[in-house]
């Protein structure tokens, strides 16, 4: 079977080609066609910049997956499409791609959850190969620009948030930090990197960051706090140097690891688990990679991370999604939800 993704919640334009059968799956094309170069200059997305760069990109990305894989376009037999969440206006964009095709074609359309997606990431590590197998019921952490979640995946589709964040999105205060200390956007790659340099180069750990909700007993985040503590802590210092720039981010990624730890720990002793799952455009920090592999080892847990090509937003996930059923094919119903959260 061969499934298309498609996806456009955010700033990338991305379609995917992907053959499952059983498990096995092949890879046919993934194509992830970035628009940060356009939105950098706005420290941010732009929701009616990103819709006019889909609708201008998708035609010309499906004619060029549909060469490159050599895939005869009637030989597709589903349409997986993102629905929500994201922008609004930008998912709209590949839902009427979808519809327009599945006419054309008369394929079903599979509508999907992003969050879903960043879940799903996990069981691909190859071009090629066999789906790994996630062991339900599966704590799931998601950290992304837009969500930070703790989910109970009773099975794939079957889903209870457990926790989120009251403010900020974890990738969402990376990027806050990063623009705070003039650091371009997006800002998690570049705290990360700048953190690992003060490891590397052992800089002193003068800076010290609150970590927020460690004592409230449920599975909440917050971030809006210890941001507000980042730009106290700047005015308070005045001229900043590079050893301090990079000692402030190694501070804040330890803050932010470690009350991400605390929680999942919390998640962990609070119900049983058959396998852990970070999914997200977070997840590829490397630090935090680190600590969740630390965390699953000492909880003897098997623990599902994505490869670093499919941390971030990816069709790939989605039309894995779509493939594995997920949901049922919808075309009528089918609209753009920007809050869309994951459900049983
Ligand atoms: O999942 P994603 O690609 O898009 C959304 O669905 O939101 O996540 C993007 C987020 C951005 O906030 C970005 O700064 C963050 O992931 N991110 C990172 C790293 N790489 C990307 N955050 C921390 N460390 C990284 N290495
Ligand atoms: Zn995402």
Redesign the pocket.
Known sequence: MITLGIET????TALCLLQTEGNKYNVFGNIVHSQIDIHRGFGGVVPMLAKREHIKNLPILYKKIIEESKIKENDIDRIAVTYG??LEPALWTGILFAKELSEKIHKPIYPIN??EG?IVSVMIDNQFGELKKVDFPALAIL?????TEIVNARELGKYEILGTTLDD???????KV?RMLQLP?????????LAERAREENIKNEIRLPRPMIHSKDLNFSFSGLKTSVLYTLRDMGEINQDQIKDLCREF?DSVTEVLMIKTKQALENQEYRSLVV??????????RKMFENLANQYSIPLYLPIPEI????ALMIALAGALNTTKPSVEGLVAIGNLSLRN
Do not use: Q, W
């Open positions: 919640s955010c700033d990338e969440p994201g992003h969050m960043h950290i992304s620009g837009g969500h999105a974890l990738g969402e205060a990376f990027d990063a956007y997006p800002g998690g790659p570049e705290i990360s990197r990624e999914g997200g455009g977070v997840i590829a920090n490397k630090h935090i941390t971030g937003d990816n």
